[in-house]
C-alpha cells in the first residue's frame, strides 16, 4: 500500500521503490504490523550489514520502514500502533569524505571512459556543482547562452536556482543544443554514475563516484575566492552544515594562503 500511494508522492521514488522490493522479500512480510518488533527490523538491519550495505544505505531503508509505520498510525487508522523503527540502533554514518580529484586524475579518468559523453559530464559538473540528476534533466530551454546562465529546475530542494556558465561549459552545452532537440543528455542517472565508476577503477582511482565531482567542484569555488554564501547559491545548499561536509581544502593550498 506504502508503495502503491505514498511513493509516487515523492520527488525521487526510483531508488526507494527498489529498496521497497528489497524489503518485500524479507520474513518480516509475513508478520502483521501490530506484532512487529524492534528485534525484527534489526534482523532486517543485520542482514544488510552482512551484505556490506554502507551505513548510509542501511539509514535509508530503515527510513522507509519508519515512515511506513508514521503513515500507518497518523492516516491509516493505526491509532495505537507503535513505530519500532525508533527504538533500535542505526549505523554511524562515517565522516564526510575527504577525497579530492586532482586535474591530473580528471585527465586519466576521462581518457579511461569507454564513453563520449561522460567526459563532457565530468567537466560540466567540475564547472557547476550540479548533481548527477540535475545535468540529466537540463533541457535546452534551461540554457540562456547570452546571459550565460543555466537555470536548474525540479531541484532537491524544490527550488529553481541560476548557475553562471565557464566558458568551457557553454561550450559543451552549445555542443549539445545543435545535436539535441530538447534534452540535452539522454542518460539515466544511474548510467552515468555506473560509467563513472568503472572508468575510476579502470584508472586506478579509488573511493570515488560521480558525486565526488559535487565536493570536489565546491572545494575548487572555495579555493576561487567565493565565500559561503556566494557558494552556496551555485550548489543550492540551504544549510552551512552541509557546505561544510563538502568543501576539503587541499592542504597545500592552505598552506600557501598562510605563507603570503
Known amino acids: 500500500r506504502y508503495q502503491k500511494d505514498i ?59 519508519s515512515h511506513l509505520f508514521t503513515i500507518a498510525k497518523t492516516e491509516w487508522g493505526f491509532e495505537n500502533l507503535n513505530n519500532p523503527v525508533l527504538k533500535m540502533r542505526r549505523p554511524r554514518l562515517p565522516q564526510s569524505r575527504d577525497t579530492r580529484l586532482t586535474n591530473d586524475d580528471i585527465h586519466l579518468i576521462c581518457r579511461k571512459s569507454q564513453s563520449k559523453l561522460l567526459p563532457l559530464l565530468i567537466h560540466v559538473a567540475l564547472d557547476t556543482a550540479m548533481r548527477v540528476s540535475e545535468i540529466m534533466n537540463l533541457s535546452i530551454g534551461d540554457c540562456n547562452f547570452e546571459e550565460r546562465m543555466i537555470t536548474v529546475r525540479n531541484t532537491k530542494n524544490y527550488h529553481d ?14 555542443h549539445q543544443t545543435r545535436l539535441q532537440r530538447d534534452k540535452l543528455f539522454h542518460l539515466t542517472s544511474h548510467a552515468v554514475s555506473v560509467a563513472f565508476y568503472r572508468a575510476c577503477k579502470r584508472a586506478g582511482i579509488p573511493n570515488a563516484s560521480f558525486h565526488t565531482l559535487r565536493h570536489e567542484a565546491v572545494s575548487r569555488l572555495f579555493e576561487k575566492g567565493l565565500n559561503p554564501m556566494e557558494v552556496a547559491a551555485i550548489s543550492g545548499h540551504k544549510s552551512m552544515q552541509m557546505l561544510k561536509r563538502y568543501n576539503h581544502y587541499q592542504f597545500d593550498y592552505l598552506k600557501q594562503l598562510l605563507s603570503t
Open 7 to 65: 511513493l509516487p508522492t515523492k520527488k525521487h521514488p526510483q531508488p526507494d521503490n527498489y529498496r521497497i522490493n528489497k524489503i518485500l522479500l524479507h520474513p518480516i512480510m509475513s508478520l502483521k504490523m501490530r506484532t512487529i518488533k524492534s528485534q525484527h527490523i534489526s534482523s532486517f538491519r543485520d542482514q544488510l550489514i552482512k551484505e556490506q550495505k554502507s551505513a548510509n544505505t542501511i539509514r535509508l531503508y530503515l527510513a522507509i520502514l
Open 161 to 174: 536556482r541560476y548557475i553562471p556558465m565557464t566558458h568551457k561549459v557553454r561550450k559543451i552545452l552549445q
